[in-house]
């Protein structure tokens, strides 16, 4: 069956434009987190949708990053005023069973 | 100090050699994962562990949780294994959570 999708899979924008990224789960997979790394650094965890719970938004490093889910399918990721600081790989899993995520191939984000 | 430390950072091979990388974490954990990631951005997951051994071809995680330590082990090496490799565990006070280590970048030579 189909894996985690993302779009667009590169996307390219002038510093203090607005960003949606998308992020399609596996079907049925009632767990998504989305996930930013920078060039040369490591993964770091933004947000976390489980089902119909309040979203974990723990990891959004400002308030210009914010993120919906509508019930278990589609995710948005949306930057605002976006600063080069926010150039980066974004990345989406899902999951169904507890420890197990499935990525998806990321957005590549480049702030000009 | 991060709760996932990997080592080597960097590591670079001659095709055909026994590759090992390895995994230390501070934090009690409910699993452990090694993942794959490729020039293009894409993470594949190899194995989740919880304890013992496990192997998929050429490729062999092991985790030992009382050092708090995981091996991935990689056999035969061949350049199509260069990637970054990636250890990631379930802490046990969280399992909805990853904490990544910083990853190990991969470069096998023909």
């Known amino acids: 069956g189909a894996g985690v999708s993302q779009s667009p899979s590169n996307k390219v924008t002038e510093k203090g434009k607005d960003v949606e990224l998308r992020c399609d789960p596996i079907s049925g997979h009632t767990a998504l987190y989305w996930y930013r790394q920078r060039l040369g650094q490591g993964l770091e965890f933004l947000i976390y949708f489980q089902g119909n719970s309040a979203p974990d938004k723990s990891g959004l490093p400002s308030d210009r990053f914010s993120a919906e889910r509508t019930g278990e399918s589609v995710s948005t990721l949306t930057i605002q005023r976006t600063q080069q600081e926010d150039s980066a790989v974004y990345l989406c899993?899902?999951?169904?069973?507890?420890?197990?995520?499935?990525f998806g191939p990321g957005t590549r984000l480049t702030v000009t | 100090k991060n709760e996932v430390e990997q080592s080597p950072q960097n590591l670079t091979a001659q095709e055909g050699e026994f590759i090992t990388i390895n995994c230390s974490y501070s934090v009690g954990i409910s699993a452990l994962h090694w993942l794959q990631q490729h020039p293009g951005g894409g993470i594949v997951s190899l194995f989740m562990?919880?304890?013992g051994k496990k192997k998929h071809g050429r490729l062999i995680a092991t985790i030992n949780i009382q050092e708090k330590h995981s091996s991935l082990h990689i056999t035969a090496s061949h350049p199509r294994d260069s990637a970054v490799y990636i250890c990631a565990v379930v802490p046990s006070y969280n399992t909805d959570k990853l904490i990544f280590g910083t990853g190990t970048r991969l470069q096998v030579f023909p």
């Open positions: 562990l919880s304890s």
């Open positions: 899993a899902s999951s169904l069973q507890a420890y197990e995520q499935y």
